[in-house]
């Protein structure tokens, strides 16, 4: 059976820390679907959290390659280069590559390191 999605077909995963309140993890999902349509680039575009709810990386790894996905990237939505960016974030992707055979996935910058996050903080407490 062929695959229905070409090759080079990118599945973005935005990834937000994940909490125990229901309603900062939908928050956060409102703001990844608001996000969609001003991302043409790729095909699909996905909330995801670290840890403490779902999907996870590799939950949504594993659903989008069953699909024909085979390229990745990884946005993280933390402010800073903590552990988690550092550490725990490559480590899932490590183990997502040794998993899902012929896969490209990319850890792309943090959203912290954005050159503008400041002016845009400052923005926001201005409009206040």
Known sequence: MSNPIHENAKCLLIMAHGSRA????????????????LLAS???????????CEPSMKRAVEKNYQLGFRKFDIYPMFFNKGKHVGVDIP????ACLAEFKNTDIKQLDYFGSFDSFADSMVKH???Q
């Not at 229901?22 to 349509?37: G, S, T």
């Open 22 to 37: 229901q309603q900062a993890n939908d928050e956060f999902a409102a703001i990844v679907e608001k996000m969609k349509p």
């Open 42 to 52: 790729y095909q699909h575009v996905e909330a995801i959290f670290l840890e403490l």
């Open 91 to 94: 480590n899932q992707i490590d």
């Open 125 to 127: 407490i201005e409009q």
